[in-house]
């Protein structure tokens, strides 16, 4: 019984900037990392960027250097700063995590948010 929520989404234009931001609630024992992946039509989901509980971070190629993200593991909330947006950026973005859904469990399951749209337009 684990929640992930996304805000922030909506239109940008070309080489702008936005924040998407997503909230862990429910029942759960442990998260052990959060992130972002990103899906368009025709194609499969993929990662944009997660962090783990440490602060270690993994990047797609394509958003190095324009894509930030963010944990704050006393809230279970991550973010994710983009900027120098393009159009090959827009997508339905989906907060992701690793979670261990109660103390007994001995491995994490994955757990997904809704979705947020991402439009970046000229």
């Known amino acids: 019984q684990v929640q992930l929520v996304e805000s922030g989404g909506g239109l940008v234009q070309v080489g702008g900037s936005l924040r998407l931001s997503c909230a862990a609630s429910?029942?759960?024992?442990?998260?052990?990392?959060m992130g972002w992946y990103r899906q368009t039509p025709g194609k499969l989901r993929e990662l944009v960027a997660v962090?783990?509980?440490?602060?270690?971070?993994n990047y797609a190629d394509s958003v190095k250097g324009r894509f930030t993200v963010s944990r704050d593991n006393a809230k279970n909330t991550v973010s994710l700063q983009m900027s120098s947006l393009k159009s090959e950026d827009t997508a339905v973005y989906y907060c992701?995590?690793?979670?261990?859904?109660?103390?007994?469990?001995?491995?994490?399951?994955?757990?997904w948010g809704q979705g947020t749209q991402v439009t970046v337009s000229s």
């Open positions: 429910g029942s759960f024992f442990r998260i052990i990392a």
């Open positions: 992701y995590g690793k979670i261990f859904r109660s103390r007994y469990d001995t491995a994490w399951r994955e757990h």
């Open positions: 962090v783990d509980t440490g602060g270690s971070t």
